[in-house]
């Protein structure tokens, strides 16, 4: 009786030892795949590509948009501008020289901070696209975004600059001239 039970223990021990390396086995048994990973970066960094052109040229409509809005506003002021001007009262054309300094000045920095606003909001749409690419990708894409963003600001910061010179030419320009003897 007691090497059946002894027999029936080890035949018990020997089943649940068995029984858990298999289920361990059948876990950790993964066999290995050759990587095909190229076909999938090439579909999805297609399927980026096509996002990614999409949103730039929202971005650059958006951009354009933005500077033509900028000079209709800037016309129109000048527009007010040469109207008191043609009157020839030189307080008004004075005051009025002095508004149209303020309000470009103020136009030409918010224009420059709307487009970078808007890059930005480009960068934010397009990184969630970026993230879906495979890590190899992402990097790369990253670093592009970044050099893109960057050229995008030298451009604004050259505009600005720019700007700010014609503004400075402007103020310096005498426009109502002071004609001594002339009249009756």
Do not use: C, W
């Not at 095909?36 to 929202?58: C, G, H, P, W």
């Not at 890059?119 to 670093?143: H, M, S, Y």
């Not at 592009?144 to 963003?149: L, N, Y």
């Amino acid at each position: 009786m007691k090497n059946t039970i002894l027999t029936f223990v080890i035949m018990g021990v020997a089943f649940m030892a068995h029984a858990q390396e298999s289920l361990l086995g059948d876990i950790m048994n993964v066999s290995p795949v050759a990587a095909a990973e190229t076909s999938n970066n090439e579909e999805a960094l297609a399927d980026y590509q096509i996002v990614f052109d999409k949103r730039k040229s929202e971005l650059d409509d958006d951009l354009a948009s933005l500077g033509e809005d900028y000079k209709k506003e800037v016309v129109d002021l000048i527009q007010d501008f040469t109207k008191t001007l043609s009157k020839g009262v030189a307080k008004e054309v004075k005051n009025e020289k002095q508004t149209v300094i303020t309000k470009v000045n103020s136009l030409t920095i918010q224009l420059r901070k709307n487009k970078q606003s808007r890059v930005t909001q480009f960068g934010n749409r397009v990184a969630p696209e970026i993230r879906d690419l495979p890590i190899d990708l992402r990097q790369e894409k990253q670093k592009e975004m970044r050099t893109i963003s960057k050229e995008y600001y030298n451009t604004f910061d050259d505009e600005y600059s720019a700007n700010q010179a014609v503004i400075s030419q402007f103020k310096n320009t005498q426009h109502l001239m002071q004609i001594e003897g002339e009249g009756i």
